[in-house]
């Protein structure tokens, strides 16, 4: 090759390796300005119809394992790393399996940096007699919580300071009582009482029954108040707040035990809800639009109220 010649070709692959260097840099795509808008209510709804193919999920049924496994691979494929969290637990039936799952994002560095928790149930109420798929009871926020993990991942700063669980064992075999229901959260916070790592989460939702056609989120009387005025405040910023209310009485649900333990936890929950542990409770009671309300609402307050 003739000096000039070469020199050319030295130019060309330089400038060749500039534009791959450029080309690069330029695929590392930006959070999104405003990260709630990201939220699809269709694609959380579409998470419940793929968990309702598995049919009713009591706890320890071959359904339950099913979802476990689909709920695993949509978490990871978002750049979520899953714990399961094993542990048998003594019911009215007598000893139960149980397996909460723990999702943390996979850039997480261990810092001082305080956490938040997003929590739902994925288990159904174990009936005899009755179909009980619960679309809204446990699927709903389960779907919208798959959804929440994709848009979270759009922005790994915030998405590793949120960890998300699905708890098992939500419902209660005969009636909740302080050793009946609430399975998966009250060993969960027990385990975090334990390994003193309560310090370690500035606040919690939990999501129950969120995707009702007529949807009214009805916030328990005794919500952290704090907790409370930041998602009345996110609900009113996005034009929702008239879905958005409180309770006539108490409600009793996983975020008790949290309470409990000394981490702050708020319910977002619609307890007006006629179908609740019927075989009535199916797919076509859900709306996408109602999903997408609280996702968005849960998504701005994570991203611009929980840590400020």
Same mark, same amino acid.
């Not at 989460?201 to 939702?205: A, E, Q």
């Given at each position: 090759m003739e000096r000039g010649a070469a020199a050319k070709f030295i130019v060309m692959a330089a400038l060749s390796g500039m534009i791959g260097c450029e080309s690069k840099v330029a695929t590392a795509v930006p959070p999104p300005a405003h990260i709630w808008e990201e939220f699809s209510g269709e694609k959380a709804l579409e998470h419940v119809r793929r968990m309702l193919d598995f049919g009713p999920r009591p706890p320890g049924s071959n359904a339950l394992e099913k979802s *476990?496994?689909? =709920?695993t691979a949509q978490l990871e494929s978002s750049g979520w790393k899953v714990t399961r969290q094993a542990f048998e637990d003594d019911t009215p039936v007598g000893k139960v399996h149980f397996v909460n799952l723990i999702a943390t994002f996979a850039s997480r560095k261990t810092s001082g940096d305080p956490l938040f928790l997003v929590c739902s149930h994925y288990d159904t109420k174990t009936f005899e007699t009755v179909e009980f798929v619960g679309a809204n009871d446990g699927g709903s926020s389960t779907g919208? %919580? %798959?959804e929440l993990a994709r848009v979270l991942s759009r922005d790994p700063a915030l998405a590793a300071r949120i960890e998300l669980v699905c708890f098992d064992g939500e419902e209660a075999y005969e009636s909740f009582t302080e050793t009946d229901g609430l399975y998966g959260s009250r060993y969960f916070a027990r385990q975090l009482v334990a390994e003193n790592k309560v310090r370690n989460? *500035?606040?919690?939702?939990l999501w129950d029954m969120i995707g009702d *056609?007529?949807?009214t989120i009805?916030?328990?009387p005794d919500s952290p108040s704090q907790l409370a005025d930041g998602i009345f405040a996110a609900a009113q910023t996005l034009d929702l707040r008239q879905h958005f209310t409180y309770f006539r009485g108490g409600i009793t649900d996983d975020h008790t035990p949290l309470n409990s333990a000394g981490i702050?936890? =708020?319910? %977002?929950?619609?307890?007006d809800y006629p179908p609740w542990h019927t075989a009535g409770d199916t797919i076509d009671k859900l709306s996408a639009a109602s999903l997408q309300t609280v996702g968005r609402v849960t998504a701005f307050y994570l991203s611009e109220l929980a840590f400020k």
């Open positions: *476990r496994a689909y =709920i919208a %919580l %798959l989460f *500035r606040g919690g939702i *056609r007529d949807l009805t916030l328990p702050p936890t =708020i319910d %977002l929950i619609d307890f």
